[in-house]
């Protein structure tokens, strides 16, 4: 928790019409976890280790530039982050579009999208909490928000156990030494 707060005190947020503190870049904290030892996967223990990766992911909301009246180094930022957005949006319809199945994913068109190609595509889990803002002025936004929200639910992700080889050849033989 204090590495999460450490990082939220080095994240650059600037006053706009919108919002008094509005974040000015896309926040990812990653966990890596690794667990060494006994791992249960079928009938068999044996040792090994079990890696995850958790990716906690904070984007900046869109820029409508007419609306924040951001100028100087506040629009540059703003044009960043909707640059970000841009990239995103276009991965998740390249994995959602049932045309484009063997279409090229693009990953690298940021770094956002880059970091987050496991998440998105990959051997994982996803969640997405979309926060959007009650108010009739930010109808616009909040709507916005929602519809990016259900293209990303329609990824479908197929989250399987990655067991190195050998180690599974080697719990397989103990198996056999164990019966004989």
Known sequence: MSILEKGSLQRSTSSTLMNDTSSRSHA??????????????????????????????????????????????????????????LCLGNVINALTNPESK?????????????????SLGGNS???????????????????????????AMNIKNKPIVNRDPQSAMIAQLRQQVAML
Request: proline residues 2%.
């Open 28 to 85: 990812i904290f990653t966990i890596s976890i690794k667990q060494e030892g006994i791992v249960e996967g079928n009938i068999d223990k044996e040792q090994g280790c079990v890696v995850a990766k958790f990716h906690f992911v904070d984007l900046a909301g869109s820029e409508r530039i007419k609306k924040t009246g951001a100028t100087g180094s506040t629009l540059r930022e703003g044009i960043n982050i909707n640059m970000g957005l």
């Open 125 to 151: 889990n996803t969640y997405m909490i979309a926060c959007v803002s009650p108010a009739e002025s930010n109808y616009e936004e909040s709507s916005s928000t929602l519809r990016y929200a259900a293209r």
């Open 102 to 118: 063997n279409n090229f994913v693009p990953y690298r068109d940021s770094k956002l999208t880059r970091i987050l190609q496991d």
